[in-house]
């Protein structure tokens, strides 16, 4: 079975430019997340979405950060405007449902760097 | 409440050694503790989980032992060897909060030949 598939797998912008992140997750699966994982820390939840709906982005900066998942299927994470410290990995997972399955399979990430 | 703390940040090992990866948290609402191993320029990938009706679970060469009144876990890897070089990340997550995975900082695992 294929796998989460993220692109780009690296973006380098400057800081007040706007980016996108863009994630497939595996076939059928309902609960797709978005992490972002700063150099030498682990994943940290940004928004977590089931089907088309958000089950909770509390950790998501709103001002500058926003996602979506039209159709339950796909999603885009984006940036606007980034600054300095928005450089991380953005990692996508899903999992087959919100309380049943626990396992989430992650993709391989998109490495953004702000100049 | 929601942290988890995962100790040492680094860990060099020879050929055959067994690492030792700890993770202590706080909030005891947690029922499911799964260890993901990171190689570099990838995503993190399942290894083994525990829950903590258990205390010890063990797969292939990994072991996680589970000290619920210490609210600890540790990850064990037995015979290690050089291609278990990788990051190691300990999370936790409870019912009833959509499965959302709270991770430790992780461990730099080195295994020399």
């Known amino acids: 079975e294929a796998g989460v598939a993220q692109s780009p797998r690296y973006k380098i912008i400057e800081k007040r430019q706007s980016v996108a992140f863009w994630c497939n997750p595996i076939s059928g699966h309902a609960t797709l997340y978005w992490y972002q994982q700063i150099l030498g820390q682990g994943p940290k939840l940004l928004i977590q979405?089931?089907?088309?709906?958000?089950?909770?982005d509390s950790q998501l900066p709103k001002d500058r950060f926003s996602a979506e998942r039209l159709k339950g299927v796909d999603s885009t994470l984006k940036i606007q405007p980034a600054k300095l410290e928005d450089s991380a990995v953005y990692l996508c997972?899903?999992?087959?449902?919100?309380?049943?399955?626990?396992?989430?399979?992650f993709g391989p990430g998109t490495r953004l760097l702000v100049l | 409440q929601q942290q988890v703390k995962q100790s040492p940040q680094s860990l060099i090992v020879q050929k055959g050694g067994i690492p030792i990866i700890n993770c202590a948290y706080e909030n005891t609402a947690f029922d499911y503790f799964p260890w993901y191993q990171q190689f570099p320029g990838k995503g993190p990938a399942l290894l083994i989980a525990i829950r903590p009706d258990v205390s010890e679970k063990k797969e292939g060469r990994f072991t996680i032992s589970f000290n619920k009144s210490a609210k600890q876990f540790s990850l064990h890897i037995m015979d290690s060897q050089p291609g278990d070089s990788a990051t190691y990340f300990c999370a936790a997550s409870r019912s009833g909060s959509a499965r959302q995975l709270t991770f430790g900082s992780g461990t730099q695992l080195t295994v020399l030949p």
């Open positions: 997972a899903s999992s087959l449902s919100r309380t049943g399955a626990k396992t989430q399979y």
């Open positions: 979405f089931q089907n088309n709906g958000v089950v909770d």
